[in-house]
T-cell receptor
Framework: DGGITQSPKYLFRKEGQNVTLSCEQN?????MYWYRQDPGQGLRLIYY???????QKGDIAEGYSVSREKKESFPLTVTSAQKNPTAFYLC???????????????FGPGTRLTVL | DAKTTQPPSMDCAEGRAANLPCNHS???????VYWYRQIHSQGPQYIIH???NNETNEMASLIITEDRKSSTLILPHATLRDTAVYYC????????????FGSGTRLSIRP
């Protein structure tokens, strides 16, 4: 059963702590993405990776970090430098490689992070 | 900068066709129109995409105007399960940083 998994679904952290959100895909996709969604808003791109060991900042990368050591995994760390970390975080993947056309993204179920 | 404009909300009677408009007047020649939808508290789901021609799949139809400045997503027989926020996105070659999900259209289906 192919797809994207994000864990956990709900996450609570104290202010000032770093927290890492998991994203795994078994679709054999080259590209992976992280988005943030605030209540009533659209999605904003945090980071994306088009190939293993490479990633690029999106529109709101400050206060976040990522790694792409394996094709199937793209964890996102929300650092203490992120001023308003409470949000719904969505991971996605697509077939696209470096030379590919931006194509269909497949999304995970999301992680709702609450910082207390 | 949003590259698309959508009405914030619409409603439709169950069983009728839901027609969701999207304006993308600054679309360039190599950019596609994509539609996704997001049911409350879930990840967005791909619906359909197109470049110039009208497209149809098992979920919906996409009508793109000849000048490509606007498009309409058609759900032919709306059901209560189609209640969601619908996003129209314009994106092109390796332009991941330009993928912008705006606020979308909140579609409500009434029984």
């Amino acid at each position: 059963d192919g797809g994207i998994t994000q864990s956990p679904k709900y996450l609570f952290r104290k202010e000032g702590q770093n927290v890492t959100l998991s994203c795994e895909q078994n679709l054999n996709h080259d590209a992976m993405y992280w988005y943030r969604q605030d209540p009533g808003q659209g999605l904003r791109l945090i980071y994306y990776s088009q190939i293993v060991n490479d990633f690029q900042k999106g529109d709101i990368a400050e206060g976040y970090s990522v790694s792409r050591e394996k094709k199937e995994s793209f964890p996102l760390t929300v650092t203490s430098a992120q001023k308003n970390p409470t949000a719904f975080y969505l991971c996605a993947s697509s077939i696209q490689g470096l030379a590919g056309v931006t194509d269909t993204q497949y999304f995970g179920p999301g992680t709702r992070l609450t910082v207390l | 900068d949003a590259k698309t404009t959508q009405p914030p909300s619409m409603d439709c009677a169950e069983g009728r066709a839901a027609n969701l408009p999207c304006n993308h007047s600054t679309i360039s020649g190599n950019e596609y129109v994509y539609w996704y939808r997001q049911i409350h508290s879930q990840g967005p789901q791909y619906i359909i995409h197109g470049l110039k021609n009208n497209e149809t799949n098992e979920m919906a139809s996409l009508i793109i105007t000849e000048d490509r400045k606007s498009s309409t997503l058609i759900l032919p027989h709306a059901t209560l399960r189609d209640t969601a926020v619908y996003y129209c996105i314009v994106t092109g070659y390796s332009s991941a940083s330009k993928i912008i999900f705006g606020s979308g259209t909140r579609l409500s289906i009434r029984p």
